[in-house]
Antibody
Framework: EVNLVESGGDLIEPGGSLRLSCAAS????????MHWVRQAPGKGLEWVSR????????SYADSVQGRFIISRDNAKNTLYLQMNSLRAEDTAVYFC?????????????WGKGTTVTVSS | DIQMTQSPSSVSASVGDTVTITCRAS??????LGWYQQKPGKAPKLLIY???TLQSGVPSRFSGSEAGTEFTLTISSLQPEDFATYYC?????????FGGGTKVEIK
């Protein structure tokens, strides 16, 4: 069964750092692009970042560019999101998602999410 | 960056009704548009990609269409499990972007 499980969410003070993890199983992780998407409380979905199969290509939303770093360890079937200089507006549920195989960019498998709260 | 404008923000409907949700892109995205369903406390689920292609396992009462930069999700014969929030997402270029969401509520 294809599965994604996020972890690492926590309550963190503004300006702090946090690393999220996403453990993948049930598919060939090293062959798929991956994404992070977030959802602030009571708000809509916001795409955050993506990474290609070997980690050589990444993209970020303007709102996190320069503060967040996406990476992956294909030997461990794990996706990461290093979050630095955290702000109150980064408070959200963070989902990892698999890029649907194909030329365009959709997310066909999602984890349940992990909650990040940025507050003093 | 491409902006996605979704309407309405909410709609009230009854079981058996047909519901139509619209999404407009700020620039051309060809047919690279996806639709997702999200229930409270759950992760989103991909319903449709490339504007009109049903994801595997999605019931045929869901359909999508496009006309230029305007895209439509239609839910025919609404079922109790369809009450949820729906989002469009452009799959054309980075940064990816979602519409603001449409909540389908029980009348």
């Amino acid at each position: 069964e294809v599965n994604l499980v996020e972890s690492g969410g926590d309550l963190i003070e503004p300006g702090g750092s946090l690393r999220l993890s996403c453990a993948a199983s049930g598919f060939t992780f090293s062959a798929e692009w991956m994404h992070w998407v977030r959802q602030a409380p009571g708000k809509g979905l916001e795409w955050v970042s993506r990474i290609d199969t070997d980690g050589s290509g990444t993209s970020y939303a303007d709102s996190v560019q320069g503060r967040f770093i996406i990476s992956r360890d294909n030997a461990k079937n794990t996706l990461y999101l290093q979050m630095n200089s955290l702000r109150a507006e980064d408070t959200a549920v963070y989902f990892c998602a698999r890029d649907r195989p194909g030329p365009q960019f959709y997310m066909d498998v999602w984890g349940k999410g992990t909650t990040v709260t940025v507050s003093s | 960056d491409i902006q996605m404008t979704q309407s309405p923000s909410s709609v009230s409907a009854s079981v058996g009704d047909t519901v139509t949700i619209t999404c407009r892109a700020s620039q051309g995205i060809s047919r690279w548009l996806g639709w997702y369903q999200q229930k409270p406390g759950k992760a989103p689920k991909l319903l449709i990609y490339d504007a009109s292609t049903l994801q595997s396992g999605v019931p045929s009462r869901f359909s999508g269409s496009e006309a230029g930069t305007e895209f439509t999700l239609t839910i025919s014969s609404l079922q109790p499990e369809d009450f949820a929030t729906y989002y469009c997402q452009q799959g054309d270029s980075y940064p990816l972007s979602f519409g603001g969401g449409t909540k389908v509520e029980i009348k």
